[in-house]
T-cell receptor
Framework: GIQVEQSPPDLILQEGANSTLRCNFS?????LQWFHQNPWGQLINLFY???GTKQNGRLSATTVATERYSLLYISSSQTTDSGVYFC?????????????FGAGTRLFVKA | DSGVTQTPKHLITATGQRVTLRCSPR?????VYWYQQSLDQGLQFLIQ???????AKGNILERFSAQQFPDLHSELNLSSLELGDSALYFC????????????FGEGSRLTVL
């Protein structure tokens, strides 16, 4: 099946710093989403971005589907950005369409 | 608030028991998905329903079953529980038959003692 790899696995930032998280996938996909799982376990939609670039405040994402990767940019990080960031891709697999999650990037932002 | 409601939020039970987790999708969403998140396993897709019918199946154990009712809410039944079933169980919904944009509930944390 498709492989979804996220890097780095762990990241520690000083508040105010910028960062780039990467998601590589091994095959073509129909869609791609970025999620933030906060320390309380909630999964929050960040971007639904099968291709192109989107921005939402301090966050932006770019997906280059032809090269099979997506990037999530966090600027001027805040302590509330801490948590795990997941990339999830949709494709046809055995049993139908599925959304497959990467292992995540665990981010800790220090005050 | 994603609009997806899951109950209960927390559940503690013993090995061998059976539990039912409930999910109400966002208004207008016909698809419901169940995911399991264990400490070392990440988010694993279990099963999808669309308008009452099973549409896709992932790594769902035979001891687990699910259904979607006419009012579109869904239930995940976990039976003969084992310690390893302790996890966070998420429900998600979308408007489409294929996955589309997923919206997750807050999860049900199951602890099996």
């Amino acid at each position: 099946g498709i492989q979804v790899e996220q890097s780095p696995p762990d990241l520690i930032l000083q508040e105010g710093a910028n960062s780039t998280l990467r998601c590589n996938f091994s095959d073509s996909v129909n869609n791609l989403q970025w999620f933030h799982q906060n320390p309380w376990g909630q999964l929050i939609n960040l971007f639904y971005i099968p291709s192109g670039t989107k921005q939402n405040g301090r966050l932006s994402a770019t997906t280059v589907a032809t090269e099979r990767y997506s990037l999530l940019y966090i600027s001027s990080s805040q302590t509330t950005d801490s948590g795990v960031y997941f990339c999830a891709v949709e494709r046809v697999d055995t049993g139908g369409f599925k959304t497959i999650f990467g292992a995540g990037t665990r981010l800790f932002v220090k005050a | 608030d994603s609009g997806v409601t899951q109950t209960p939020k927390h559940l503690i039970t013993a090995t061998g028991q059976r539990v039912t987790l409930r999910c109400s999708p966002r208004s207008g969403d016909l698809s419901v998905y169940w995911y399991q998140q264990s400490l070392d396993q990440g988010l694993q897709f279990l099963i999808q329903y669309y308008n009452g019918e099973e549409r896709a199946k992932g790594n769902i154990l035979e001891r687990f079953s699910a259904q979607q009712f006419p009012d579109l809410h869904s239930e995940l039944n976990l039976s003969s529980l084992e310690l390893g079933d302790s996890a966070l169980y998420f429900c998600a919904s979308s408007t489409r038959t294929t996955t589309g944009e997923l919206f997750f509930g807050e999860g049900s944390r199951l602890t099996v003692l």
